[in-house]
């Protein structure tokens, strides 16, 4: 079955750094998504990612926040200066978007564990 | 109040128990909801999806969204100790125009543990 990859899948980081957070999305899939779940609280919306742009984020996905789909299969996050509150599992998402039909759930990573000390 | 709602349990039930997980939500513009199962330190899985109201099955597992109500509910029939693990609604508006609104909005999730 296909998979969403995330790596690393632990990373730990001293505050102010910048930190590149990497996916390989399904090969197929089209729409791509981060979220986050800070220990013990919801999984909670960052970003989508379509044709190259960000279609929607949420007011989380601040300018110290951007994606990029560097090459056909790699899509990543980039925190550019890390805070301690940024601590938390990191998942990203894809799904297929074929013409007219609509997507109804995504395929999950296992997610990157974010530790900032 | 909460976008979504939902109670975090936790849930204990016997092996071969009926669960029965609930959702409720306050935005009228939701029209897809799904059930997704996390295990510890795992990303989201999904289970189970509806459009708008009524039942869907699939196996162990019955989804029901009552949009009158703004309540979804998923049932665990035989429930079995596999089954334990952290179980999240979540819902997204319709789409606009052919383009997927990706946003999905999560309920706490509800911890359930099944015993043999």
């Known amino acids: 079955e296909p998979e969403v990859t995330q790596t690393p899948s632990h990373q730990v980081t001293q505050m102010g750094q910048e930190v590149i957070l990497r996916c390989v999305p399904i090969?197929?899939?089209?729409?791509f998504y981060w979220y986050r779940q800070i220990l013990g609280q919801k999984v909670e919306f960052l970003v989508s990612?379509?044709?190259?742009?960000?279609?929607?984020k949420s007011e989380i996905f601040d300018d110290q926040f951007s994606v990029e789909r560097p090459d056909g299969s790699n899509f990543t996050l980039k925190i550019r200066s890390t805070k301690l509150e940024d601590s938390a599992m990191y998942f990203c998402?894809?799904?297929?978007?074929?013409?007219?039909?609509?997507?109804?759930?995504?395929?999950f990573g296992s997610g990157t564990r974010l530790t900032v000390v | 109040q909460k976008e979504v709602e939902q109670d975090p349990g936790p849930l204990s039930v016997p092996e071969g128990a009926i669960v029965s997980l609930n959702c409720t939500y306050s935005?009228?513009?939701?029209?897809?909801f799904m059930w997704y199962r996390q295990y510890s330190r795992k990303g989201p899985e999904l289970l189970m999806y509806?459009?708008?109201?009524g039942n869907k099955e699939d196996g162990r597992f019955t989804a029901q969204v009552d949009k009158s109500s703004k309540y979804i509910s998923l049932f665990i029939r035989d429930s079995q100790p596999s089954d334990s693990a952290t179980y999240l609604c979540?819902?997204?508006?319709?789409?606009?125009?052919?383009?997927?609104?990706?946003?999905?909005?999560f309920g706490q999730g509800t911890i359930l543990t099944v015993h043999p």
């Open positions: 998402a894809s799904s297929e978007v074929a013409g007219g039909k609509f997507s109804y759930g995504y395929t």
């Open positions: 090969s197929n899939h089209l729409y």
């Open positions: 990612f379509y044709n190259n742009e960000i279609s929607e």
């Open positions: 935005n009228s513009a939701f029209q897809y």
């Open positions: 509806t459009y708008s109201s």
């Open positions: 979540a819902m997204r508006l319709a789409n606009a125009g052919g383009t997927s609104y990706g946003k999905l909005t």
